[in-house]
């Protein structure tokens, strides 16, 4: 590799790392825990116990499932409607007006068999809910969710970058080598370089799903604007229904058409997601793929008729794929354990990073250092990578 070219990679690697490192340290430490949601929240308390679906029991009514969620929120009205794949429990999202903002929504958790509502915490409060504000908006909205966009497509420009300069560098040397013997920083160079190829795969993957779903809003509002306000605009000039079609027949009206699939969650009129006229019955598949492949059956909220089942485009497709993907949350603990792990190691790459920023030298004498590094097996002078 000619010196300039050397030197180009040199200059990305070294920009776009020091431009996100401090914010990829915040993505990680709040990751973390966020990988483990389900069961910390289980530890303490905040999601609730289930009791086992009595023998012989038949699926409460929603209609009166609803009903119940209500009754604890006076004045709410219904806004998300949703089943829990792992337990026998729906929960039930209310709010003051059909378009309530989420972190002013209330949530009723209840028994899907007795009816009973559950002890439950509310998603928007607590220590997790502010650590996942933390690492998907840092509390500013949409120009935080961008701006960390902006972050994980840096990371990965300089995973690129640096795996472009570990080609020079451990030309002459065997993989795994720490030269631990001749000096503090040529040390922290070594642990840098390896970890940072060990993490490389998995860390470009969580940097590329992070980005895009920080675009999670703008992808679904324009999802909506494209194939919602089609069927929109058929119902343009007429008022929102006041009296709904019975959501037990709705749901059930959306199994007929999906045989093969099993409601997710519904959106009632006006939440955006299924217009002002119906309701969003969102099917999913059974396995670990497909549970989060969502196909939405409008139902005619004043008729209770299928009105249409409008196939998910592409980018939302990806969306879908990307969220689980980034948490790792689609393989079972076992997963969760890897995907923990890998973020621990990628902390340390990012801190050894800041190390060797704080140990620099002359961007030409670093130059230098990888080139010589690829003509000596013996390793007598490091470089960064």
Known sequence: MQRSTLKAWFLVHKWTSLMCTTFLLLLCLTGLPLVFWEEISHLTGAAPEVAPVPAGAQPANLDALVAKALAKYPG????????????????????????TPPPEMHTAVLHQYTGEVLPAAQFNEGVMYFLYRLHTDVFVGLPGMLFLGVMALLFAVAIVSGLVLYGPFMR???????????????AW??????????????????????????????????????????????YEGRPRPAQLTPLDAAVAAARKVEPGMTPAFVSFPGTGYSGDHHYGVFMHGNTPLTERLYRPVLIDAETGAVTARP???????????????????????PLKILWALLDLLTIAVLVSG??????????????????????????RNGATA
């Open 189 to 234: 160079l070594d642990l840098h370089n390896v970890l940072g190829v060990v993490t490389l795969g998995w860390a470009f993957v969580v940097g590329i799903t992070g980005a895009i779903n920080t675009l999670a809003q703008p992808l679904e509002s324009a999802w909506q604007a494209e194939q919602l306000g089609e069927f929109a605009r058929q």
């Open 354 to 379: 800041l190390v060797l920023w704080f140990k620099r030298g002359s961007t030409e004498a670093r130059v230098s250092e990888i080139e010589r590094a690829g003509l000596d097996a013996n390793g």
């Open 76 to 99: 709410d009205v219904p806004l998300f409607f949703g089943w829990d794949d792992h337990s026998p429990s729906v929960y039930v999202n209310t709010g003051a007006r059909p378009d």
């Open 311 to 333: 196939q998910l485009p592409g980018y939302m497709t990806t969306l879908l794929l990307s969220q689980p993907l980034h948490f790792g949350d689609y393989g079972g603990m």
């Open 172 to 186: 002459k040397l065997p993989f795994g080598t720490l030269r631990a013997g001749r000096s503090r920083r040529l």
